[in-house]
């Protein structure tokens, strides 16, 4: 049973910077792909950042790239998303994931297990 556990939201201003975490339980972490969505309310839920099995290769969606980093810790079995600089519109709860390939992939198709999701909340 594969299990993903994100923790790290919570409510900060904007301008402000959040670490959050997931760890991966289940499957050989090191072999797959893993990534973020997050799910504003009212809207669908959206590609974050993805990190491919050895860290050589991230995507970002436009809106966070330069803000966010995803890294990953293989020994640790986590994976992780720093975000900086947040903004209101960074509101949403958001869910990690893992992949069923080894690559690094924007597309929800591509993952097949999903966290229960942590809230972030971006005060102005």
């Known amino acids: 049973q594969v299990q993903l556990t994100e923790s790290g939201g919570r409510l900060v201003q ?4 959040l670490t959050l975490s ?4 289940g499957r050989t972490f090191s072999r ?3 990534g973020w969505f997050r799910q504003a309310p009212g809207k669908e839920r959206e590609f ?3 990190i491919s099995w050895n860290s050589g290769v991230t995507y970002y969606a436009d809106s966070v790239k330069g803000r966010f980093t995803i890294s990953r810790d293989n020994a640790k079995n986590t994976v992780y998303l ?3 600089s947040l903004k209101p519109d960074d ?3 958001y869910y990690c994931t893992i992949g069923t390939y080894p690559r690094a992939t924007t597309q929800a198709r591509e993952y097949d297990y999903w966290g229960q999701g ?3 909340t971006v005060s102005s």
């Not at 904007?14 to 910077?17: F, T």
């Not at 997931?22 to 339980?25: D, G, N, R, T």
């Open 14 to 17: 904007a301008g402000g910077s």
């Open 32 to 34: 797959y792909g893993m």
């Open 118 to 120: 942590t809230q972030v």
């Open 22 to 25: 997931c760890a991966a339980s």
């Open 91 to 93: 509101t949403a709860v």
């Open 48 to 50: 974050v950042a993805a």
């Open 82 to 84: 720093r975000m900086d």
